[in-house]
């Protein structure tokens, strides 16, 4: 099995940055792909950013320039530092595990193992 536990959410200006943390446990290896999700109060949840275990990177057209993920390996941990946050960022996000290498599409259906989210509030 393998768990995730985000971290590192909280409420902040529009403007401000954050970083959100993920740590790994488990059956690690068997994961190929890591991400960042986010899910705003009534809509779907939606792709933020994926890394290979080469740490290839991809990220929602919407997001690049603004936000960063990484990953420490020796301490199976994965981040999402978010700069120049606007409201509309304000979402739950989820990190996500999967066993299939990751696609240019950040598809939710692809990953298996989920953590329990972490709040991100920006206000204006």
């Known amino acids: 099995q393998v768990q995730l536990v985000e971290s590192g959410g909280g409420s902040v200006q529009a403007g401000g940055s954050l970083r959100l943390s993920c740590a790994t446990f488990?059956?690690?290896?068997?994961?190929?792909?890591l991400g960042w999700f986010r899910q705003a109060p009534g809509k779907e949840r939606e792709g933020v950013a994926t890394?290979?275990?080469?740490?290839?990177?991809k990220y929602a057209d919407s997001l690049k320039g603004r936000f960063t993920v990484s990953q420490d390996n020796a301490k199976n941990t994965l981040y999402l530092q978010m700069n120049s946050l606007k409201p509309e960022d304000t979402a739950m996000y989820y990190c996500?595990?999967?066993?299939?290498?990751?696609?240019?599409?950040?598809?939710?259906?692809?990953?298996?193992?989920w953590g329990q989210g972490t709040q991100v509030t920006v206000s204006s």
């Open positions: 996500a595990g999967s066993g299939f290498w990751c696609t240019p599409q950040i598809l939710k259906a692809e990953f298996s193992y």
């Open positions: 890394i290979d275990g080469a740490g290839v990177t």
């Open positions: 488990g059956y690690t290896y068997s994961i190929s792909c």
